[in-house]
């Protein structure tokens, strides 16, 4: 405590008013209360300002006094200027002192002060309270920063519209009759002004904690292992420093090491070598792990090579980054060994990181790589500097208290025996980052040491790692344990922007958990101490700080290093004593650069650069002095308990830190006593080194033992109705616990951190709200997304007002920074809010909630509080006295404020907490609990029970209530004897898409809801995935706990927990959903509820919907008989659904869906791929179709392996379906075999969940749903339509947006985009004859290249105008909010290209034309249960593929003839010729030892097969094939292509590299013409000669007559098509015809000419009105390839196309795709 201020009163003062005193010290501003009066004021309130340092000579405290005024501006009758220098020597005064006017004359008024000063030792004796003559208040919450203090006057001027303001505020509050004299928070109330908040007109939403959700991710105590493959292809090396060097590339990633070959005597070595490194672990554990990339130089020996230099980054880096990837970037090599010598050469290599099932899609490789910039390419992420200075990083630890003793092995149990309790540790830290780690001395015996050591590491800045690894060990004979594990996230502590600030942390305290148990041995959650997983256990807390220093030059770094090296040698003698041999001998061989196991490789030299060194201890409350705190909790409910519990007694165990964890500790307090006595004269009273549980007893024996920290045990007992689980009876007492514990306050930090997550927490509740509604058309998603995005721009605005006036006690570096860091993004998420609301319509909603989603992403990442000095409070579960679950509840969200927004999302709430098992990775739930919960500082205790409903009586331990509650007895129980009764009605209508529990393919599903202590099940409903129980569950007479008014808001949650039947045995578990209901109470009018979806999530995958809605009513009890449901609830008493014995309920009117006659029509086409049943071959098989109940069949398919297809193409079926098309029930597709006697055996199943594909638009949508775009086309339609096209789709023409030229000048724009070519430098054009197909292709891929280019600069721009400008302020949301006007820019006109192109595709041609299905549609069949395979591998199930559609319209609508048949070709077989043209393929899988491959192709269809073997290429992961493969085809028979790479083995079989697989059939039968694509221009011979079979008007024709439109009308420059015209630009013409037109020659060339309309009609297809699609254009697919052996990675990526031509049209010659061969050079030249 440094300097305390009690203002006692003023007198003398002029006339009446209300007068403040206002006091700064130091920058800091206290004001008192203000008060109304004549002459004379008595205040009597108390300020204190805590402060970190002594006294300086000369400091000031200056005091004001106003007279304030509602409505002008505040008047300054006088201020006083103390010196505190006579305070120093007193430690205390007590002054009445004149004031002095703005003239510095003597007022009349006399203000009586009493201050006192504490020097930060202690010295000046200590005080209490009650010293001070008056009884003083204590306001120092209500500190408020005043920049004003530093010029004392001129602020004066800026502030008085601040003060008029808030006395407005008071104005307000005065006319509302609230201003009351005893409770500070009203004083608080002027800080925080309303007058914004209600300006924007914004009622925030509340926050949810009893009915959040519980989101998948956070069931998993164990993180789940996945597949990952990390792929490092090292290409090359340049400018490698050495003379006549030998170099090869070494890439260990974690532990595994490989290395390329050796190259002789070069310094731009070139390698090509892939390196793949599979992990199956946990992702958090891989990203931490380093990927370091060195260059040797080879001596004579092998591998001993000496090193050149090393680069290295952290996986997550990588992971991090567009596509997970870094593409042929160059890694810059440094030698760790030698600092000052700057870059030591380049690697350029591609680095990917891809999980199992994540689609890759590739890049093009560079077009150019002579003349490459390596400085523009260098493999760093984005922002991150070309040069790297050297830095330091020191990581400062001091000490660490209230570690675990362990007792180790044998010797524990041997020391039990003899009495002694506890084996104390030899603990130190192990501190690693990036690949270097340094440890701190050992300290013995004790559970708090004091290291007061410094870590230092050398490392360059900034370093590609994110996490610093800190781990406490203990050092024992045989190898040392860890206890506990923390990693730092460097981003969390530093700031790369451009305002940024280095990474910096503390000194603060860390907090560690691991496992609950305390000896090494049988140990079964010793992973958790070693970092992997949630800690389930505190383990302590140590004390650390992270700074930061960057060389500004190589010398500096050079010289520091010199003194460093000799500080730690010296440091070794130092240490001899406490340290054993071995840890000795670990230094000495840091020091001399060797690994720390001795192996003698030279491999890793950055040893050097750790050092470890003395500091100084940090001084006594260096983080203020601790405050006591007290946890409160009580428990409302737990329930759908684990039935493995059983009926053993079950208790509850709550604790924070070490305080209130239940363990033996009598004998240790009493030697602690006689210790303690000895040193008594010593300590201060509060030591803050002695916090373990131990010494609390001894410290506050007041306090510690009155901690309750486990709940009275009780036998658990099963739930109502269905008795499956079982819950606790706590329906008329509900017990409570409290612990107080000692922490230093810094819970402002908390605060902050609170109102950020409320902003996130609302911005997800909404953005949910979004997604719902979205599964619905006509809902109004969109009007929901701008309100949501409204109240997030109006929070954003609130938190900027608040945090200006934010105080921090003792707060480091880190807060001041972390404080502007907030500040500034805040305001510029809250500028993206607004932009995301402006621009949002109708048709973009989707893509704005991915957008919010992603600033959601980056507000959730910004409210995590490194520095958390308040440890998590854990809840174990105790059964039997044994932990079986626990939950985890961060301090923050239940820690108290006096300010609301700054109130723990969960303070003074019941919330819902889910509890888990330690070591599952299942993520089922334990228990649940509704839990309320208050954290707070003891002085604010009198609120923890200020939120609890009224009914309750608060008991105490012995049973008797408490009449007066005080700070340090909270109750032990709460009881209540009246209730109100509700009724809960639970409406399921259907389960869709569920998981197949069965060897069949199906479940037996049925639901139990859980609601409170009840549980009931629906029927259970055989063999389905999509379940109809059109059942209504009802719960009766419930009690449910909490304020009624609040359980709007706050409304207990419905679990729906899935589960499908089996004769024997359990059921089985498949997935639950969690649902809130509708709350109507008892004087509120009914509302019907509507039908909704929830999703079912089983561990973190979504398995499947339920459509259902939740109401929950208060009872009416008016009648004096039972309660009964209020008058106006329709219906009453339900209806039973079937038979009323069995007493179920179904669905009453209004809420079940009204029923419509539909007819569902059915092409059959065929069936593809089926595999074997039972052994035998699938001959005959039959389609079966099932929609709610109804069946149709297909015809029977006579011989399978002739014609897999059906001849009866369409059937039909009426079915009563909901009228809402988006709650029709899915489609079931069984195929069945006939076998012999008549025996049917099922093949597969599919199930459409999505049946509104399949209807047609209109009953989807409203007219004014469909994008404005139609909507003019459809309604001027007189006689044409003029659609004016600007630049053609191939040029990107302007693609910078205009405004944002406007905005940013200093943007780089690519000079191209902007300046037409002049014809003054245009390029020249190439000669016919040296063209090739090749230099097609080449074109093309540069054009992607620059593309992709220009879109990440643009990306990467648009990033660098929100942050431009350090003055980010709260008015800069209004500006943006203003700006909104767009110029126009003229776009430069496209020439022809001179080359040309054709259209590369980064993935698959079908993802990019939805599959090919536009009229055929390819169901996936599967049999058998869903396995437990995580990474969702679903090969073994898939037995073939069916191949149809459907067709669902309302049945009065129908026709005589069907509709689902028109235009379609007619099923027969059909022979083809296919062309597989195959160019190359990049980065394939190595296959052989020395990281190579000798690829070649095999193309496989139905019998047939060719391969190119004999053509293998040697050598080569990125080989060019240029093969063309001709095979006949015949549909349907052979419908399914497979393109395979092979690796060439000279001895034994060759092996498969990775294979693509491809559907022929719908390729050629799809409307979008994939079997030739359309070129991008017209030649009739060279390089680009036309290779389709038909010419362009031909198509074009075709195109009309199957959409029956008349056809084409050529015109000059122009083309008419029905009622639409296409204008075709100038460039779509050669230049030859420009000049005809010119010279009007001879008619027959116009010919020509229509062939470029025509193609250009083609090419733009998709604008046709009604009938446009766009038509394949030519192109080349870039195809992933996978291998079955480990599905799921690619192996690869193939550039190929297929072209098909029908057997009966003369097919074009093949394109000409050989590889160009090398020109020979002359000899000279070649060396």
């Given at each position: 405590m440094a300097l305390s201020v009690g203002v006692r009163r003023l007198s003398r003062l002029p006339g009446r008013g209300e007068r403040q005193v206002q006091l700064s010290f130091r920058g800091f501003t206290q004001k008192t209360r203000k008060i109304r009066c004549g002459p004379e004021a008595v205040f009597g309130e108390l300020f204190r300002w805590p402060h970190y340092g002594k006294l300086v000579m000369g400091e000031m405290l200056s005091i004001k006094v106003y007279n304030c005024s509602k409505v002008f501006s505040n008047r300054l009758l006088g201020t006083l200027v103390l010196s505190l220098q006579h305070l120093m020597t007193s430690g205390r005064l007590i002054l009445r002192e004149a004031l002095v006017d703005m003239n510095h004359r003597v007022t009349g008024i006399y203000i009586e002060l009493d201050l006192r000063y504490q020097p930060p030792n202690g010295s000046a004796g200590t005080w209490v309270e009650e010293d001070f003559v008056y009884q003083m208040k204590d306001s120092s919450e209500l500190i408020i920063r005043n920049p004003g203090f530093e010029?004392?006057?001129?602020?004066?001027?800026?502030?008085?519209?601040?003060?008029?303001?808030?006395?407005?505020?008071?104005?307000?509050?005065?006319?509302?009759?609230?201003?009351?004299?005893?409770?500070?928070?009203?004083?608080?109330?002027?800080?925080?002004?309303?007058?914004?908040?209600?300006?924007?007109?914004?009622?925030?939403?509340?926050?949810?904690?009893?009915?959040?959700?519980?989101?998948?991710?956070?069931?998993?105590?164990?993180?789940?292992?996945?597949?990952?493959?990390?792929?490092?292809?090292?290409?090359?090396?340049?400018?490698?420093?050495?003379?006549?060097?030998?170099?090869?590339?070494?890439?260990?990633?974690?532990?595994?090491?490989?290395?390329?070959?050796?190259q002789k005597s070069t310094n731009c070595p070139f390698y090509n070598e892939y390196f793949l490194f599979e992990f199956h672990e946990p992702r958090d554990i891989l990203f931490h792990r380093l990927i370091e990339i060195s260059v040797f130089h080879s001596k004579k020996i092998p591998f001993l090579g000496t090193c050149i230099g090393t680069f290295k980054m952290d996986v997550v880096t990588v992971y991090s980054q567009p596509d997970h990837r870094f593409f042929q970037k160059w890694a810059v090599i440094s030698d760790p060994m030698d600092t000052r010598a700057g870059v030591k050469g380049f690697v350029k290599c591609n680095i990917s990181v891809t999980a199992r099932g994540e689609v890759v899609g590739s890049?093009?490789?560079?077009?150019?790589?002579?003349?490459?910039?390596?400085?523009?390419?260098?493999?760093?992420?984005?922002?991150?500097?070309?040069?790297?200075?050297?830095?330091?990083?020191?990581?400062?630890?001091?000490?660490?208290?209230g570690l675990p003793s362990m007792s180790a092995g044998i010797m524990g149990g041997f020391s039990k025996i003899i009495g002694e309790k506890k084996v104390f540790i030899d603990p130190y830290v192990q501190v690693s980052f990036c690949g270097q780690q340094g440890e701190t001395s050992v300290e013995t015996n004790t559970t708090d040491p004091e290291w007061n050591e410094q870590i230092s590491f050398i490392e360059m800045f900034p370093p590609l790692a994110r996490k610093i690894k800190v781990q406490v060990l203990d050092d024992a004979n045989v190898g040392d344990v860890a206890i506990a594990t923390h990693y730092i996230d460097l981003q969390q502590i530093s700031d790369s922007g451009r305002n940024g600030f280095n990474p910096t942390f503390g000194p603060a305290w860390v907090n560690l958990y691991g496992s609950p148990q305390n000896s090494a041995l049988r140990d079964i959650h010793k992973d958790l101490n070693e970092g992997m997983g949630e800690g389930i256990f505190y383990r302590g807390r140590i004390l650390m700080a992270i700074t930061v220093e960057i060389f500004s030059s190589p010398s500096v770094a050079e010289r520091k290093l010199g003194d460093k090296t000799k500080g730690a040698l010296s440091k070794l003698k130092l240490k001899k004593k406490s340290k054993k041999s071995k840890e000795e001998a670990k230094e000495l061989s840091q020091l001399q650069g060797e690994e720390a196991g001795g192996s003698q490789e030279a491999e890793q030299p950055g040893e050097v650069t750790v050092e470890v060194e003395e500091l100084h201890p940090l001084p006594e409350n260096a983080l203020g002095r601790k405050e006591e705190f007290l946890l409160f909790a009580a428990f409302f409910e737990a329930t759908m308990m684990d039935s493995s519990l059983s009926s053993k007694p079950v208790s509850f165990e709550v604790s924070i830190g070490n305080y209130g964890k239940a363990e033996e500790v009598v004998t240790k307090v009493w030697r602690k006593m006689e210790k303690g006595e000895v040193k008594e004269e010593k300590q201060p009273l509060l030591d803050p080194g002695s916090d373990g549980e131990l010494d609390v007893e001894v410290l506050a024996p007041a306090s510690a033992a009155l901690n309750k920290s486990v709940t009275n045990s009780q036998r658990p007992e099963p739930m109502e109705y269905d008795r499956s689980y079982s819950c606790l009876p706590m329906m008329h007492e509900k017990p409570c616990v409290y612990v107080w514990s000692y922490w230093e306050d810094h819970t402002w930090r908390l605060c902050i951190s609170n109102w950020i997550v409320k902003l996130a927490e609302r911005l997800e509740q909404g953005l949910d709200d979004v997604e719902k509604l979205m599964r619905r058309p006509k809902a109004k998603a969109e009007e929901r997304l701008r309100e949501v995005l409204e109240e997030f721009v109006a929070g954003c605005r609130q938190y900027l007002l608040s945090t200006e006036r934010k105080t921090m006690a003792h707060p480091n570096n880190l807060d001041r920074c972390r404080m502007k860091y907030l500040m500034r993004n805040i305001i510029l998420y809250a500028k993206q809010g607004l932009r995301m609301r402006r621009r949002l319509t109708r048709a973009n909603v989707k893509e704005k909630v991915k957008e919010t989603r992603r600033v959601l992403t980056k507000l959730r990442f910004m409210a995590k509080e490194p520095q958390c000095t308040l440890p998590?409070?854990?809840?174990?579960?105790?059964?039997?006295?044994?932990?079986?679950?626990?939950?985890?509840?961060?301090?923050?969200?239940?820690?108290?404020?006096?300010?609301?927004?700054?109130?723990?999302?969960?303070?003074?709430?019941?919330?819902?907490?889910?509890?888990?098992?330690?070591?599952?990775?299942?993520?089922?739930?334990?228990?649940?609990?509704?839990?309320?919960?208050w954290l707070g500082v003891t002085k604010y205790a009198k609120n923890c029970l200020a939120e609890l409903p009224e009914e309750f009586k608060?008991?105490?331990?012995?049973?008797?209530?408490?009449?007066?509650?005080?700070?340090?007895?909270?109750?032990?129980?709460?009881?209540?004897?009246?209730?109100?009764?509700?009724?809960?009605?639970?409406?399921?209508?259907?389960?869709?898409?569920?998981?197949?529990?069965?060897?069949?393919?199906?479940?037996?599903?049925?639901?139990?809801?859980?609601?409170?202590?009840?549980?009931?099940?629906?029927?259970?409903?055989?063999?389905?995935?999509?379940?109809?129980?059109?059942?209504?569950?009802?719960?009766?007479?419930?009690i449910v706990d909490g304020k009624k008014e609040e359980l709007k808001t706050e409304t207990p949650i419905i679990i729906i927990n899935l589960f499908s039947h089996n004769k024997f045995g359990s059921p089985e578990f498949l997935g639950h959903a969690f649902a809130v209901p509708q709350v109507k109470l008892v004087d509120e009018p009914y509302t019907k509820p509507a039908l909704q979806f929830f999703d079912f999530y089983k561990g973190t995958k979504a398995v499947g919907e339920l459509i259902a809605t939740f109401e929950l009513m208060e009872l009416d009890y008016s009648g004096y008989l039972e309660p009964s449901v209020p008058e106006d609830v329709e219906p009453k008493?339900?209806?039973?659904?079937?038979?009323?014995?069995?007493?179920?309920?179904?669905?009453?009117?209004?809420?079940?869906?009204?029923?419509k006659e539909f007819r569902i029509e059915i092409l059959f086409w065929g069936l593809r791929d089926l595999k074997r049943v039972n052994l035998f071959e699938v001959d005959q098989p039959q389609v079966i179709i099932e929609c709610a109940g109804k069946k149709v069949e297909s015809e029977v398919i006579v011989a399978y392996k002739e014609n897999p297809n059906f001849t009866e193409l369409v059937k039909y079926m009426d079915v009563d379906l909901p009228e809402q098309v988006y709650l029709h029930p899915p489609l079931s597709i069984f195929v069945v075999e006939k076998r012999a006697f008549g025996r049917t055996v099922l093949v597969g199943t599919h199930v459409v969940s999505d049946v509104m594909k399949f209807s047609p638009r209109e009953l989807e949508e409203d007219p004014e749903d469909v994008p404005k775009a139609q909507k003019v086309s459809s309604q001027r339609l007189p006689s044409q339509t003029v659609v004016n096209i600007g630049p053609a789709a191939g040029d990107p023409g302007l693609s910078t947006h205009p405004l944002s030229l406007v905005k940013a000048p200093l943007k780089k724009i690519p000079i191209n985009k902007l300046v037409k070519k002049e014809d003054g430098y245009e390029e020249e054009k190439p000669e016919l004859e040296e063209l090739d197909w090749w230099s097609k292709y080449y074109e093309s891929l540069k054009e992607l290249y620059n593309q992709t280019r220009s879109d990440e600069e643009d990306a990467e721009n648009d990033d660098l105008n929100d942050t431009d400008g350090g003055n980010l302020n709260a008015s800069s949301i209004d500006m943006e909010a203003e700006d909104e006007a767009v110029i126009e820019a003229e776009p430069a006109r496209p020439k022809r290209k001179l080359i040309a192109t054709l259209q590369i595709y980064n993935s698959e041609l079908e993802n990019e034309f939805d599959n090919f299905e536009d009229w055929l549609c390819i169901f996936p069949l599967h049999r058998g249960k869903a396995n437990e395979d995580e990474d969702g591998n679903e090969d073994e199930h898939f037995v073939g593929k069916y191949k149809g559609s459907f067709y669902v319209y309302p049945t009065e609508e129908a026709g005589t003839e069907p509709?689902?048949?028109?235009?379609?070709?007619?099923?027969?077989?059909?022979?083809?010729?296919?062309?597989?043209?195959?160019?190359?393929?990049?980065?394939?899988?190595?296959?052989?030892?020395?990281?190579?491959?000798?690829?070649?192709?095999?193309?496989?269809?139905?019998?047939?097969?060719?391969?190119?073997?004999?053509?293998?290429?040697?050598?080569?992961?990125?080989?060019?094939?240029?093969?063309?493969?001709?095979?006949?085809?015949?549909?349907?028979?052979?419908?399914?292509?497979?393109?395979?790479?092979?690796?060439?083995?000279?001895?034994?079989?060759?092996?498969?590299?990775?294979?693509?697989?491809?559907?022929?059939?719908?390729?050629?039968?799809?409307?979008?013409?994939?079997?030739?694509?359309?070129?991008?221009?017209?030649?009739?011979?060279?390089?680009?000669?036309?290779?389709?079979?038909?010419?362009?008007?031909?198509?074009?024709?075709?195109?009309?007559?199957?959409?029956?439109?008349?056809?084409?009308?050529?015109?000059?420059?122009?083309?008419?098509?029905?009622?639409?015209?296409?204008?075709?630009?100038?460039?779509?013409?050669?230049?030859?015809?420009?000049?005809?037109?010119?010279?009007?020659?001879?008619?027959?060339?116009?010919?020509?000419?229509?062939?470029?309309?025509?193609?250009?009609?083609?090419?733009?297809?998709?604008?046709?009105?009604?009938?446009?699609?766009?038509?394949?254009?030519?192109?080349?697919?870039?195809?992933?390839?996978?291998?079955?052996?480990?599905?799921?990675?690619?192996?690869?990526?193939?550039?190929?196309?297929?072209?098909?031509?029908?057997?009966?049209?003369?097919?074009?010659?093949?394109?000409?795709?050989?590889?160009?061969?090398?020109v020979r050079l002359h000899r000279a030249e070649a060396a």
């Open positions: 010029e004392l006057e001129a602020a004066e001027g800026p502030r008085a519209s601040e003060l008029d303001r808030r006395a407005a505020t008071l104005g307000r509050k005065l006319a509302k009759g609230l201003e009351t004299d005893e409770e500070e928070e009203d004083e608080e109330e002027d800080f925080y002004d309303v007058s914004e908040m209600e300006v924007s007109g914004i009622v925030f939403s509340p926050v949810k904690s009893r009915s959040r959700l519980c989101s998948a991710r956070d069931l998993f105590a164990t993180p789940t292992p996945q597949s990952f493959q990390v792929g490092i292809n090292i290409i090359e090396a340049q400018k490698l420093v050495g003379v006549n060097i030998n170099p090869f590339v070494v890439v260990k990633v974690g532990e595994e090491k490989r290395h390329t070959a050796t890049l093009p490789t560079s077009s150019s790589s002579q003349d490459e910039d390596i400085e523009r390419n260098l493999l760093l992420p984005k922002r991150v500097p070309a040069e790297r200075p050297w830095a330091r990083v020191c990581i400062k630890l001091y000490r660490a208290e998590d409070v854990l809840i174990w579960m105790l059964s039997n006295n044994r932990r079986v679950a626990y939950a985890r509840v961060p301090a923050q969200n239940i820690l108290y404020s006096v300010v609301e927004e700054e109130k723990g999302k969960d303070c003074a709430k019941i919330q819902t907490v889910f509890m888990k098992v330690p070591r599952l990775h299942t993520g089922e739930i334990f228990a649940k609990l509704e839990v309320y919960m608060y008991l105490s331990e012995s049973g008797q209530e408490i009449a007066q509650l005080s700070a340090y007895s909270p109750p032990s129980r709460l009881s209540r004897d009246d209730f109100s009764y509700f009724q809960l009605r639970a409406h399921l209508y259907q389960a869709r898409g569920i998981l197949p529990a069965d060897d069949n393919g199906l479940s037996d599903p049925f639901a139990r809801v859980v609601f409170s202590t009840y549980c009931q099940t629906t029927r259970m409903l055989e063999e389905t995935l999509s379940p109809m129980w059109n059942e209504l569950l009802l719960f009766d007479q419930l008493e339900p209806d039973y659904l079937g038979d009323p014995h069995a007493g179920r309920f179904i669905i009453p009117e209004g809420i079940r869906p009204v029923l509709r689902i048949s028109e235009g379609i070709p007619r099923n027969r077989p059909i022979k083809v010729l296919v062309r597989v043209y195959i160019v190359k393929a990049t980065n394939l899988s190595p296959a052989d030892p020395n990281g190579k491959a000798d690829p070649y192709v095999v193309v496989t269809v139905g019998q047939e097969q060719k391969d190119t073997k004999e053509r293998y290429i040697p050598k080569q992961l990125n080989p060019v094939f240029g093969e063309v493969v001709e095979l006949t085809v015949s549909f349907p028979k052979e419908s399914e292509l497979t393109v395979a790479i092979f690796d060439h083995d000279l001895v034994g079989s060759d092996d498969l590299i990775g294979e693509t697989k491809i559907d022929l059939e719908n390729r050629f039968y799809s409307k979008h013409r994939a079997n030739c694509g359309v070129a991008s221009q017209y030649d009739i011979n060279g390089y680009n000669m036309w290779r389709d079979a038909f010419k362009p008007t031909q198509i074009l024709d075709s195109l009309c007559k199957k959409n029956s439109l008349p056809a084409a009308e050529y015109r000059r420059e122009e083309v008419k098509m029905d009622n639409k015209i296409f204008k075709v630009p100038p460039e779509a013409f050669p230049e030859e015809a420009s000049v005809r037109n010119k010279g009007r020659v001879a008619d027959e060339n116009w010919s020509v000419d229509d062939e470029h309309k025509a193609l250009y009609v083609l090419q733009h297809w998709e604008e046709m009105p009604g009938y446009g699609y766009k038509l394949v254009p030519e192109h080349v697919e870039i195809r992933s390839l996978y291998n079955p052996e480990n599905p799921g990675l690619v192996q690869g990526s193939l550039h190929m196309w297929i072209d098909m031509f029908p057997n009966d049209v003369p097919a074009p010659p093949p394109v000409n795709i050989k590889p160009r061969l090398p």
